[in-house]
């Protein structure tokens, strides 16, 4: 109604109402929203800035039409910008005698009745009426052109009507066999995927890719997959400006490496102090050490803080040590991964201690090589067993104690049966002190 009528809405609402009336002026063409002082002083100001900004924004309608009809909009604006395929044509901070161009792009989308077609611009009387009537029929033929659709097909209406067997704008597409969707769907990398991956098109079963407004910038692939400008940035460059991207990927430099080309190809803060990138436990990444599990960096050494490795090798180290004492024994099994060196005096300070199966204290040093998994120890054929047991001291102190606990029980017996003696006997003096008669007088034989 409002705009049926050319009105346009200046909304004047106090602070606290601005936020829903400013929601509702989004709904109301050329419609705008004022803050009212307290005492309504300001509403000619209120009126005479929207009038002003009202003014200064020209919007093209064309009401409500079918839905067999598209109406697009392409607004030339004043100040240098271009909107194209606007639902309403619009422009702003239009001033007097400036001018504007608008195009109206009117499609059917189906054969209609003729249709009038009103389009005025919202705040203004004037109007412009369009008269739409749809050509479903061609006038007349078209001449034949063979050459026009490839000699396989012939013009009908402004179109190529092929012959069998050939598809495509111009006929010169061969089918093989296949149709139209087959033809499409060897342009679909899987069933999932858009036609030439959305960005080519499918001609003759195979994808044209589309350009691109930047020459750099190409889209390439079976499927228009790839692209060379999609890829990993770095200070605001793709690929750190140090590499080409291909398909997703960086393709570095000789001098880079990395996802994005971000690093320079060095070694140098990966070497611990004999030389061995990462010890042999991880990979230089960026000058960096990448460790394997169970290594920390810089250089992917033990963890300080972790377990002792020193009972892990026990086995191994009394396999040499017997093995020194039995020439047949192979420690190759128990072992792997080591390299043992038997000495006669460990002369380093940290070394290893453990028990064997003897239950004797054997000592070995241990040092980690470069590598994964891969030792040193330098043991020594001494060990420090505990002394034999003494049988007789054994039997005799054995013997001596089972005595010595026959005496005590004997004792704890003779001292029990002894009190309780003595507690019935006193029981037995105080029964016949009881039984005594008293001495009583009968006055009958007195």
């Not at 009038?116 to 109007?127: E, H, Q, S, V, Y």
């Not at 040092?367 to 067993?385: N, S, V």
């Amino acid at each position: 109604m409002l705009s049926r009528n050319n009105i346009q809405v200046v909304f004047a609402v106090t602070s606290n109402m601005v936020k829903t009336y400013e929601a509702l002026s989004r709904l109301i063409p050329k419609s705008v929203v004022g803050i009212l002082s307290p005492d309504s002083s300001n509403v000619i100001q209120l009126i005479t800035e929207a009038y002003q900004n009202l003014s200064s924004e020209v919007i093209l309608d064309h009401g409500v039409t079918p839905d067999s009809l598209d109406i697009l909009y392409d607004s030339q604006c004043s100040n240098g910008v271009t909107n194209k395929d606007q639902l309403k044509g619009e422009c702003s901070n239009v001033k007097i005698n400036e001018e504007i161009i608008f195009k109206v792009k009117v499609t059917a989308k189906k054969c209609l009745p003729n249709e009038t077609l009103l389009i005025r611009a919202l705040g203004f009387t004037d109007k412009v009426e369009v008269i739409i009537s749809t050509e479903c029929d061609c006038i007349c033929e078209d001449e034949v052109e063979k050459e026009a659709c490839n000699s396989n097909g012939r013009i009908k209406c402004g179109i190529c009507r092929c012959n069998l067997g050939h598809v495509g704008k111009n006929c010169e597409c061969v089918t093989g066999g296949k149709t139209n969707q087959e033809l499409e769907q060897s342009c679909r990398k899987d069933n999932g995927s858009a036609v030439c991956s959305g960005a080519g098109e499918c001609i003759c079963g195979q994808c044209t890719c589309n350009p691109n407004d930047d020459p750099a910038k190409k889209i390439y692939g079976q499927y228009c997959q790839c692209d060379n400008f999609n890829c990993e940035m770095f200070n605001n460059q793709v690929c750190g400006g140090q590499g080409e991207c291909d398909c997703g990927s960086c393709i570095c430099k000789k001098a880079y490496e990395g996802s994005a080309c971000q690093c320079l190809k060095s070694t140098k803060n990966c070497k611990n102090t004999r030389g061995s990138i990462c010890s042999g436990r991880g990979k230089c990444e960026c000058n960096k050490c990448t460790c394997k599990d169970g290594y920390i960096p810089p250089f992917c050494e033990t963890c300080p803080g972790c377990p002792s490795q020193c009972p892990r090798f026990g086995p191994c180290v009394e396999c040499y040590i017997k093995q020194g004492e039995q020439s047949s024994k192979n420690c190759t099994h128990a072992c792997p991964g080591v390299t043992a060196e038997k000495v006669e005096q460990l002369s380093e300070e940290a070394f290893c201690r453990e028990k064997d199966s003897d239950n004797c204290w054997m000592q070995y040093v241990l040092h980690e090589k470069d590598g994964e998994e891969q030792y040193t120890i330098k043991y020594t054929l001494k060990r420090e067993c505990p002394e034999a047991p003494n049988v007789f001291t054994i039997v005799g102190g054995t013997i001596g104690g089972v005595l010595l606990i026959g005496v005590i029980c004997l004792l704890i017996w003779k001292f029990f049966t002894e009190l309780n003696d003595r507690r019935e006997y006193r029981r037995f003096e105080m029964e016949q002190q009881k039984a005594k008669w008293n001495k009583v007088r009968h006055f009958i034989f007195a």
